[in-house]
């Protein structure tokens, strides 16, 4: 169910993204980042194109780009057998993320990440205050009805994930829910 969840997201995302400044960059990411949730060669080839590849260097002028070279770290640990390493790579990963909220605060897509690597996570790790806020937001930019960053259908497919999360109230879904029958 997560999977196909997940494949709805960027199939939308891959119909109508808007293209970055080098054409379909961020098409090209979000289909590489859903291939990488399930396979470990998919996602050292896909950390490696954003850690040192063509990406490598607008990561760093780029908030979303540097949250998914977090986000492609935090999968690579996803991948390792070892809990040292996966602990390790999460942790970086996260901090990265952390860096690009910074210089993007607002940014629905980027919160959305963080949120769904962090939804899935133990609570004794502590990362549930992080968690929290970035329901916050997302639910905030959610109301806020606004196409030009990121499409309807993402959108949607986010605010549908926020939904099945279990993490917000039955007032929230209610809102969440008139909001997706309209449209």
Known sequence: MRKLFFLLIIAAATMSAAPAASGDTYDDIRVTFYKA?????????????????KYS???????????????AETLLGKHYINPYSKYKHLK???????????????????????FSILHHLPGFLGYGP???????????????????????????????????SGR????????????LARG
Do not use: C, H, W
């Not at 002028?61 to 986000?71: S, T, V």
């Not at 970086?92 to 963080?114: H, Q």
């Open 37 to 53: 949730i399930e396979d470990a060669g998919t996602a050292e080839r896909f950390y490696a194109s954003l850690a040192s590849g």
């Open 57 to 71: 260097r607008d990561a760093e002028k780029d908030a979303l780009l540097k949250a998914y070279l977090g986000a």
């Open 92 to 114: 970086s990963g996260l901090e990265i993320i952390a860096s690009a909220i910074k210089k993007d605060p607002s940014n629905l897509e980027i919160r959305f990440l963080r």
């Open 130 to 164: 992080e968690r929290d806020e970035d329901m916050k937001v997302i639910y905030r930019e959610l109301l806020k009805k606004d196409y030009t960053e990121l499409p309807y259908d993402i959108q949607k497919g986010i605010a549908e994930f926020l939904i099945q």
């Open 168 to 179: 917000i109230s039955a007032e929230q879904i209610k809102r969440l829910n008139g909001l």
